[in-house]
C-alpha cells in the first residue's frame, strides 16, 4: 500500500468516526421545517425560492440568488464556525447549484455570486470541470460520484481550519486550509472566518433546478 494510500485509508476511518461519534451523540439541529421557507432568507430574487411537497425549490428568476439561514431573525444570519452539515438534495438533468460555508451576504458581479466563504458544488451539468464535491475552484472533481437526478446526501464536516466533504458517505474532498492562505484576486474571499459565518443554497441560474428535502446540522465545540 503506497503512503498516499494509506493516508486516504486512514482519512476515511477518522471522518467515519467522527461522524458517527456525531451522530450517536445527538444534537442535529433541523434547518428546514418541512414546510416553508421559515428561518430562511433569500439575498436577492426571493422568487427563486418555493417549497411544494415538503422540499426546497431552487430555480433562479434572473441572476442567481442565495437563500441564507437567518433562524428567528428577519435580516442578520445565523453564524456557525465548526460543524457538521448535512444536506440531502438531487437536480434536473444539467442543473448546476451549491452549498456555501463561512459566508456572507457580500456579492460580486452581475451575476451576485457570494465573494466570501466556500462553496460545496452540485452538478449534473456534462460541460463543468467541476463536478459534485468540489470544494469549488480550491479542490475540484473531474467526475461525480453520483447520479445527481436521485436524491444524495453531503455532508460537510469543518473544524478550526480543517474541511472534509463526503457525497454519499465517500469522501471528496479532505482540505486544511494553510496559514495565510492567498487567493487569485477574483476569489479573494474564499477562506475560513475564525469568527465563522453563515450557510446558504445557492439558485445558480433559470435554466437549472435542484431540491433540497432535507437540512442539518450539528454544531462542533
Not at 5 to 33: K, P, Q, Y
Not at 38 to 46: C, F, H
Not at 195 to 215: E, M, N, R, V
Request: net charge positive.
Amino acid at each position: 500500500m503506497t503512503y498516499r494510500m494509506a493516508a486516504r485509508v486512514l482519512a476515511v476511518f477518522f471522518w467515519c468516526s467522527w461522524v458517527s461519534a456525531v451522530a450517536a451523540d445527538g444534537g442535529w439541529r433541523e434547518l428546514f421545517n418541512g414546510r416553508d421557507l421559515e428561518g430562511w432568507r433569500a439575498n436577492v430574487y426571493p422568487d427563486s425560492w418555493a417549497v411544494a411537497d415538503g422540499v426546497v425549490r431552487a430555480r433562479a428568476t434572473k441572476e442567481s440568488s442565495h437563500l441564507f439561514y437567518v433562524g428567528d431573525g428577519q435580516t442578520a444570519f445565523v453564524s456557525f464556525k465548526n460543524f457538521v452539515l448535512e444536506v440531502v438534495a438531487r437536480g434536473e438533468p444539467e442543473a448546476n447549484s451549491g452549498i456555501f460555508i463561512h459566508t456572507d451576504f457580500t456579492a460580486n458581479g452581475a451575476a451576485l455570486r457570494l465573494h466570501r466563504g466556500y462553496e460545496i458544488q452540485l452538478n449534473s451539468t456534462a460541460k463543468e470541470k467541476r463536478k459534485t464535491g468540489s470544494l469549488y475552484a480550491v479542490v475540484d472533481l473531474e467526475r461525480s460520484p453520483v447520479d445527481e437526478t436521485q436524491w444524495f446526501t453531503t455532508t460537510i464536516t469543518v473544524r478550526d481550519q480543517r474541511i472534509i466533504v463526503a457525497v454519499n458517505g465517500q469522501i471528496t474532498v479532505d482540505y486544511t486550509e494553510p496559514a495565510n492562505v492567498e487567493r487569485p484576486p477574483d476569489r479573494a474571499g474564499r477562506k475560513l472566518n475564525p469568527l465563522g459565518g453563515a450557510i446558504a443554497l445557492q439558485a445558480h441560474d433559470p435554466k437549472s433546478t435542484f431540491y433540497f428535502k432535507s437540512i442539518r446540522i450539528r454544531p462542533l465545540l
